[in-house]
């Protein structure tokens, strides 16, 4: 089945720096990638997703980068705010059996 | 609103017992899922349904049951079965079956064993 490994588990960066996640996916048949964000007892929510079709998407300061050859996507994240402080996981997937997620990057905006 | 909720947030189990986890979505999608939420562990599912009467096992389904009686409703049990069953439960759900767009979570239920 899909693996998908997610880099770092942690990262603090300075408020108004970037932060940049990093994650592998092993099937590649997947064709659906989003990023999702966690806040402490909440549920995740999406942020942004990309589809193989394309090699990156912008939304403001979020931006998502896809390397199909080498089979891994990155999340970036700009002009870091406190607000910005959360869990986020990436997922590969797009088949009936739903996604298989990253362990998670805890992302810590120091002010 | 349209949304997808859990119920509830916060449940206790003694052990040897079978709890049943709520999930209600008004969203109008076909697809629905469960996941567990381990520290460190990341999202790993349980179960999905792909329409009314119909779902699969996951990647950890052992100790674990679920009915779709109706499109709205995917309630998951934890029966004793279920070795360690304290984690944080997240459904989830999407307009279609291959997980291609985006999935909607609700708020979780933490299930703690006592």
């Known amino acids: 089945g899909e693996n998908v490994e997610q880099h770092p588990s942690t990262l603090s960066v300075q408020e108004g720096d970037s932060a940049v996640i990093k994650c592998t996916y092993s099937d590649s048949a997947s064709n659906y990638f989003p990023w999702y964000k966690q806040e402490l007892g909440k549920g995740p929510q999406l942020i942004i997703d990309?589809?193989?079709?394309?090699g990156e998407k912008k939304d403001q300061r979020i931006a998502v980068t896809l390397n199909k050859t080498a089979k891994h996507f990155s999340l970036h994240i700009t002009e870091t705010q406190p607000e910005d402080s959360a869990v986020y996981f990436c997922?590969?997937?797009?088949?009936?059996?739903?996604?298989?997620f990253g362990k998670g990057t805890h992302l810590i905006i120091q002010p | 609103d349209g949304g997808i909720t859990q119920s509830p947030k916060y449940l206790f189990r003694k052990e040897g017992q079978n709890v049943t986890l709520s999930c209600e979505q008004n969203?109008?999608?076909?697809?629905m899922y469960w996941y567990r939420q381990d520290p460190g562990q990341g999202l790993r599912l349980i179960y999905y349904s792909q329409i009314v009467n119909d779902f699969q096992k996951g990647d950890i389904a052992e100790g674990y049951s679920v009915s779709r009686e109706k499109k709205e409703s995917f309630p998951l049990t934890v029966t004793s079965a279920q070795k360690n069953p304290t984690a944080f439960y997240l459904c989830?759900?999407?307009?279609?079956?291959?997980?291609?767009?985006?999935?909607?979570f609700g708020q979780g239920t933490r299930l703690t064993v006592v």
């Open positions: 969203l109008n999608h076909d697809a």
């Open positions: 990309i589809r193989s079709n394309v």
């Open positions: 997922a590969s997937g797009g088949g009936a059996d739903g996604l298989t």
């Open positions: 989830a759900s999407s307009t279609h079956p291959a997980m291609n767009t985006e999935a909607f």
